[in-house]
Every structure is written in structure tokens, then in C-alpha cells.
T-cell receptor, first 116, second 114 residues
Framework: GESVGLHLPTLSVQEGDNSIINCAYS??????FIWYKQESGKGPQFIID?????DKRQGQRVTVLLNKTVKHLSLQIAATQPGDSAVYFC???????????????FGQGTILTVHP | DTGVSQDPRHKITKRGQNVTFRCDPI?????LYWYRQTLGQGPEFLTY????????KSRLLSDRFSAERPKGSFSTLEIQRTEQGDSAMYLC????????????FGDGTRLSIL
């Protein structure tokens, strides 16, 4: 079946360290991927996206890497701060020409805890 | 605030009652989505509108659920004859219609069924 999942459910890091959150996807037709951050009691917050014709994209303190060969996605957070503590989800969208009409399929999530 | 707005933030009701939630998307966004999220899980797709047209509904959306977006702006999600299993966070998201664009979420309505 189709699924987007995460290798590690929890990740604890020290403030200032770099964090890497991983995600595996199984649908080779996926052409668009998004990372979201969700804090307690709030909705998912967009962090960064990447299209399947790219293998790397950088934002402010964040980098997303896409390896289509092994269907793997990762989110790197540089100089992690306590405010980065949250649940992180990867999500995929299949080709717009299919029946998904852009609906997101989410993984289970990784809990990131940053210790001061 | 120009983000996605949802109302109410919390709803507690007895089993069997009807509830209605409202979502106001980002004003220039023509796509609107509803998702449901239970504790410890990622959001699950429920339904999608492009302007006022409801283009897709998940199998999760039983006959007790109905969603509307009458003027292509705000949307409502109604659950009739609520059941214990309906307890969840109901999230709304919106995006612009130009190809694949990030969906921006509201902070959701948390529904608790007594």
C-alpha cells in the first residue's frame, strides 16, 4: 500500500546540536513533499517543501534532502534551539493529475526534544 | 492575522448531538481541505474543495459527515449523531491553486464526545 512513515518516533538533542529527522515513503508516484512542525494544541506549521525534480532544498536553518532511489526524505535542522521542540511530520502529495487532488498523506511523526 | 481561522477551538458535546465547525481560509486561497487528527497520529484527509466544488471525499467521511463551501470562501463541517469515535482534532487547511503548493493549516477544532 501507500504510506509515508518515519524511522524514529523520538529524538532528543542538546541545544546547539544539529538534528536530523528521517522519513521513508513508499509511493514512487509522489512528486511533492512537505515537512511540518506541530506544537502542542496547534495545527501543523509549514517548514519547507521539495519537489521530486530536486534532491536538496535549503531554508533558514533547515535543509530537506530527497533520495528518490531509496524513497527517503530527511529534514536537517542546524543549531537546534529549545523552540524547535515539537512533533515533526513529513507529508506527500501525488501527481496532481491523479485522483488525490493534492491531498496530503502524513507519516506518524517524530517528537523532537531539545535540551538547554 | 491572515492565516487560516477555525471556530470553535474546542467543542464538548454529548453522544448523539450534531456539531458544526467553521473554517475561514487564507483569503486568496481557492483550495480548502479538511483533515482529522487523533492523538499521536498524523492528520488524515477527509475532503477537499476547489472554490465551491467538493472534488474529493475520503472513505473516512461517513454519511454522518457533510461539508460545504457555498461561496467558495469559508467552509463548514457538520457531524450528525456524534459518536465516541468522532473525538479528534479537526483541521482545516488552504492553498493556492497553482500546481502543488504548501497547505497552510489552522489550529483546529478539538471535539470531545461525552
Amino acid at each position: 500500500g501507500e504510506s509515508v512513515g518515519l524511522h524514529l518516533p523520538t529524538l532528543s538533542v542538546q541545544e546547539g546540536d544539529n538534528s536530523i529527522i528521517n522519513c521513508a515513503y513508499s509511493n514512487s508516484a509522489s512528486d511533492y513533499f512537505i515537512w511540518y512542525k506541530q506544537e502542542s494544541g496547534k495545527g501543523p506549521q509549514f517548514i519547507i517543501d521539495i519537489r521530486s525534480n530536486m534532491d536538496k532544498r535549503q531554508g533558514q536553518r533547515v535543509t530537506v534532502l530527497l533520495n528518490k532511489t531509496v524513497k527517503h526524505l530527511s529534514l536537517q535542522i542546524a543549531a537546534t534551539q529549545p523552540g524547535d521542540s515539537a512533533v515533526y511530520f513529513c507529508a506527500e502529495i501525488r501527481y496532481a493529475g491523479g485522483t488525490s487532488y493534492g491531498k496530503l498523506t502524513f507519516g506518524q511523526g517524530t517528537i523532537l526534544t531539545v535540551h538547554p | 492575522d491572515t492565516g487560516v481561522s477555525q471556530d470553535p477551538r474546542h467543542k464538548i458535546t454529548k453522544r448523539g448531538q450534531n456539531v458544526t465547525f467553521r473554517c475561514d481560509p487564507i483569503s486568496e486561497h481557492n483550495r480548502l481541505y479538511w483533515y482529522r487528527q487523533t492523538l499521536g497520529q498524523g492528520p488524515e484527509f477527509l475532503t477537499y474543495f476547489q472554490n465551491e466544488a467538493q472534488l474529493e471525499k475520503s472513505r473516512l467521511l461517513s454519511d454522518r459527515f457533510s461539508a460545504e463551501r457555498p461561496k467558495g470562501s469559508f467552509s463548514t463541517l457538520e457531524i450528525q449523531r456524534t459518536e465516541q469515535g468522532d473525538s479528534a482534532m479537526y483541521l482545516c487547511a488552504s492553498s493556492s491553486g497553482a500546481g502543488n503548493q504548501p497547505q497552510h493549516f489552522g489550529d483546529g477544532t478539538r471535539l470531545s464526545i461525552l
